[in-house]
RNA sequence: GUGGGUGUAGCUCAGCUGGUAGAGCACCGGCCUGUGGAGCCGGUCGUCGCGGGUUCGAACCCCGUCAUCCACCCCA
């Protein structure tokens, strides 16, 4: 008997298939837009990285038990990139003598992480990198913050669709030791129990809290604090410090509003993280997931050099972001098929069908034509399930007269037009059809 | 790695207390020799996720396994 290969793609990875793709397609076209329209030039890095690169760097468990490892033929120990922030600051640093700072830089990779599949989650997802190098003005951080905004209204998102949470570790860190009481060296152990905290009835938070030898009232009375009271528990010094507290003081520049909050909880697993950390959510209960998550990392270059540059950013990931468009039903509809479909019912046409395909194609169209003889009922019948979006039915008589039939395939109307006007009446015909496009 | 739900045709699913598998949609063809989406007629399609056990007999019960969905951990 035979044994079929599986058609499915590994466990937790996807395959795209072109009606999916076509949606993603637009969808990062409306990032990639925003993100330019700052400023950010695109670069890349491979897959593969020496494990050396993410050890003790960013989120424990993430290098542990998260990632695709292996081993070369050489022997070398690598990884399939997790994250993509170390790769940046490498790349950044190995320029650093001849960077021009800031550097505004994005990139869109494939990140690889080896957990459970689950909503909002898989093995492999491709993330909208944005990173800016090389100041510590806190204008960085509201330049950021201004173009996630702007990411998420370019794809359709209103001001009540999502919040941004910021928070700013240093700050945090102040409160709590000026206000909550808590001794530097159990800081570390606390963020772990206030990652939770709004997971677990605040009895259970408490309990944690006072078993790590703290004051747990006086915990989660400073973590629960009113925004505008939180940011003045931390050291004065400490708080002038704080980016993220200016930004708020000062305000966004966006198209729209956005809900901009202070949120202690907001903690961030990568170790690298030094101030500011930050996270997109869905307003919809439906998608518990951060859509974007990132901060500032003032040190990570340094690893890699003398000179150290500090560098903030964020990814944004296309799972939770898709997620999130088809919860809010602002997902755009997939464009799939071809602009045109040059036909005849005559089988010795194939030279003129051919010429006029060609013709299309050199103005700048999508044109298919037929691989098998068929009945024109059938061709057209064929070309219209396939989303193509008009035919040019190339008859003897029409030809005769220098003319064709252009039949638009959704609208079922139908007009002999001269060949020499073809080509406009063709994208005529298709932009109309676009326009007219349902969003699902 | 941990816990729970689900695996039957390409898709959505039905299949009673075990008696050897069905519907709708889709697909292909015909009615219809230069004009599609409707209708009617016909056709293709299943190791009932996989392996083992119980039984005269298993899609159905039991065990294992894999996949998938949801939650936890962590994170986009």
Redesign the pocket.
């Known amino acids: ?1 035979t ?1 079929f290969l599986p058609t ?1 793609p590994l ?2 990875t996807r395959d795209f298939f072109p009606e999916e793709m076509s949606v993603r397609q637009l969808v990062f076209a409306h990032l990639y837009e925003v993100v330019e329209s700052y400023g950010y030039l695109r670069y890349d890095a491979p897959m593969l990285e020496p494990f050396e690169l993410y050890a003790s760097k960013s ?1 424990e ?2 290098v542990a038990q ?1 990632t695709y490892r292996m081993t070369d033929r050489g022997g070398r120990d690598l990884v399939m990139r997790p ?1 993509m922030t170390p790769s940046v600051a490498r790349m950044i640093a190995a320029c650093a003598g001849k960077l021009q700072l800031p550097a505004r830089w994005y990139s869109h990779p494939n ?1 690889w ?1 080896y ?9 492999e ?1 491709w ?1 909208v990198n944005v990173d800016l190098f090389g100041t510590e003005s806190w204008e960085a951080e509201a330049e950021i913050f201004e173009i996630l905004a702007e990411m998420m209204f370019s794809v359709g998102a209103k001001t009540s669709d999502f919040v941004l949470r910021v928070s700013d570790r240093a700050l945090v860190r102040g409160a709590l030791t000026a206000n909550g009481g808590v001794p530097e060296e159990k800081l570390d152990a606390l963020f ?1 129990a206030l ?2 905290f709004e ?1 677990l009835p605040v009895e259970e938070s408490k309990k944690i809290i006072t078993a790590l030898g703290l004051d747990a009232e006086r915990v989660v009375a400073t973590i629960t604090a009113p925004e505008d009271e939180f940011l003045k528990l931390a050291p004065t010094e400490v708080a002038l410090r704080s980016n993220v507290a200016r930004v708020i003081r000062e305000g966004l520049v966006t198209s729209q509003p956005v809900q901009l909050k202070f949120d202690p909880l907001i ?4 170790t690298y993280y030094t101030s500011s950390v930050f ?1 997109i959510f869905d307003t919809d209960p439906e998608n ?7 901060g500032r990392y003032d040190n990570l270059v340094g690893l890699f050099g003398k000179q150290r540059i500090p560098g903030i950013g ?8 898709i997620d999130f468009l088809h919860t809010h039903q602002i997902a755009p509809a997939a464009r799939v098929g071809a602009d045109v479909q040059v036909i005849s ?2 089988p010795a046409a194939r030279g003129p069908v051919k010429q006029i395909a060609h013709d299309l194609r050199r103005a700048g169209l999508r044109v298919v034509t037929p691989l098998e003889p ?5 061709q ?6 396939e989303g193509v979006r008009c035919a040019v ?1 190339a ?4 030809l005769a007269r220098g003319a064709v ?1 252009l ?6 109307e ?1 007009r002999e037009v001269l060949l020499s006007d073809l080509a406009a009446a063709v994208k005529q015909a298709v932009a109309r059809s676009v326009s007219t496009e349902v969003k699902s």
Not at 115 to 123: L, V
Not at 380 to 385: D, P, S, V
Request: charged share 40%.
């Open positions: 008997m044994q499915g466990p937790g989120s468990e993430i998260q994250e990140l992480r957990e459970r599949k689950q909503r909002g989650r898989y093995r997802h993330q772990g990652d939770q997971k903690i961030r697993g990568f996270e518990r997931r951060s859509i974007a998550g990132g964020f990814g944004m990931g296309d799972v939770t972001l019912p005559d068929k009945k024109l009922g059938k057209l019948e064929k070309a219209a399930r039915i008859g003897p008589d029409e039939k039949r638009d395939l959704a609208r079922s139908e």
